[in-house]
């Protein structure tokens, strides 16, 4: 777990970003604001798949263009590549994600010409940017990864990942309100990674932040239901968001959230926290 975190800006929860690691290489979904020091503390921490500035981290995936799962972008076009990247970054997601991606090479133009001319000149920085649809999105010798809509909202392209590994399966959810595509992609899951919010909070939001939050993400007791019929192997919990925004200053939920899908759901739950490995 290299971000557990929502847009409020928690020193201690990066923006939303995780890792898959296969036979010494890293898959990454989502980047978050924080993505690339995380994945260095993580390189400290042994993950040395990452590689030193982690420069091998060359395969990326997004659920959605929400900023606080993107403002991590030009950090991970640009940082890997400074270390000594040389291949280009591949990465996968809604349609946007090209136009995102042109403009953030434009944004920074100044420097990318600056850095490959002259005595230290680099390899020019290449992105391959891949609009997805549902289905079957990549595939190599480690992983297949397959897109599936969910519903975050009505006006935005949202995906959740089923990641298929010669040893497990990992479902992400994404942003998402409970929807039949998660369940019908959950199946033999070893490990579901699913936003969640908590109750407790949401009975005291208002209305409009209430409707908001049942269009756009899954409550706690939403999440036990789903984990009731689709009985992953281990439920990890991250993305807790706050009903009604959450003041600057609110504190963490994950223990009323652990407790909340307790109350319905028997099999094994966690939070994940930045840094995490499952
Ligand atoms: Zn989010
Ligand atoms: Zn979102």
Not at 66 to 82: E, K, N, Q, R, V
Not at 129 to 145: C, L, R
Not at 238 to 263: C, K, M, Q, W
């Amino acid at each position: 777990m290299l971000g557990t975190g929502t847009p409020r800006p928690d020193p201690d929860r990066s923006g939303p970003a995780t890792a898959i690691v296969v036979n010494g290489t890293p898959y990454l979904i989502d980047f978050g604001p924080g993505v690339i020091r995380r994945a260095a503390a993580a390189y400290d921490n042994g993950v040395t798949a990452f590689g030193a500035g982690v420069a091998n981290l060359k395969t990326a995936f997004l659920t959605h263009l929400h900023s606080d799962h993107t403002m991590g972008y030009p950090d991970l076009i640009f940082t890997p590549w400074l270390m000594g990247r040389r291949e280009p970054l591949a990465v996968y997601g809604p349609k946007g994600l090209k136009a995102m991606t042109a403009n953030v090479l434009k944004a920074w133009e100044i420097d990318l010409v600056v850095r490959t001319i002259g005595g230290h000149a680099r390899p020019p920085c290449e992105v391959d940017a891949h609009e997805i649809s549902s289905g079957v999105i990549y595939e190599d010798h480690n992983i297949t990864v397959t897109a599936f809509p969910v519903h975050h909202g009505d006006d935005l392209e949202a995906y959740g990942f089923r990641i298929e590994t010669p040893d497990r399966t990992i479902v992400l959810s994404g942003d998402t309100s409970p929807t039949q595509s998660l369940l019908d992609h959950c199946g033999g899951c070893d490990v579901l990674i699913h936003e969640v919010y908590p109750l407790s909070t949401f009975r005291t939001a208002s209305p409009a932040w209430q409707e908001f939050r049942r269009s756009h993400h899954t409550s706690s007791k939403e999440l036990a239901d789903i984990a009731n019929a689709v009985n992953p192997g281990l439920l990890v919990i991250y993305h807790h968001s706050n009903a009604g925004g959450g003041g600057p200053l609110s504190g963490d939920t994950e223990g009323v959230l652990l407790a909340e899908i307790r109350e319905d759901y028997k099999g094994r739950v966690v939070g994940g926290h930045d840094l995490d490995i499952f």
